[in-house]
């Protein structure tokens, strides 16, 4: 048995330098050869390489370079992945500015975060629609209020409207849409 393994790794040397060129094809596959991951991807594809040259069985009827590509391939994936995972997730606390005092993060907006200025105009807007709901006469304010859920419940369909205000479900979209033609203007 060791009589092999130092058989197979005196064989190795030079059955790895003679398909470096696969490697090569292989990073190529992967972006610029003259980029600065192509080193790492190269070295990773060499590692995929020695490997393939390791588990290689020859009795399965298949060639070197078809079986040693397949585990490159896999070497430089699992590189290229990593290098993605790290290069799209900087490090938030990094200093910037000429002082230092300021991170990275700090300079970065929330694009899920709300505008302070649409958060107020939305506000004013709720409160002005909340005022001229309490001017409908009676019977529509009780209809938009309970189709909008405007008293902190859940909006109603016109059936459900109606129902609760014991009209018809027509009765309750009428009584909603005059209500909202009076308040459209004003808004």
Do not use: N
């Amino acid at each position: 048995m060791h009589k092999m393994e130092s058989a197979s790794s005196h064989v190795s040397k030079p059955v790895l330098s003679d398909h470096l060129g696969l490697v090569r094809m292989v990073v190529r596959q992967y972006g610029d050869p003259s980029s600065p991951e192509a080193e790492d991807y190269f070295q990773e594809g060499v590692l995929g390489l020695s490997h393939a040259l390791r588990k290689f069985d020859a009795s399965r009827g298949l060639q070197f370079s078809t079986y040693a590509v397949w585990w490159i391939r896999k070497y430089v994936g699992k590189a290229a992945s990593k290098q993605l995972k790290y290069s799209s997730s900087p490090s938030l606390q990094d200093p910037v500015g000429e002082d230092g005092e300021s991170q990275r993060g700090d300079l970065l907006s929330d694009p899920l975060a709300e505008d302070p200025s649409e958060q107020t105009d939305r506000r004013l807007l709720a409160e002005r629609i909340r005022e001229l709901v309490r001017r409908l006469p009676e019977r529509q304010r009780r209809a938009v209020e309970l189709r909008f859920g405007l008293r902190g419940g859940t909006p109603l369909t016109y059936q459900e409207t109606g129902a609760a205000m014991g009209v018809s479900c027509e009765r309750a979209r009428v009584l909603c849409a005059r209500a909202l033609a009076s308040i459209r203007p004003a808004v």
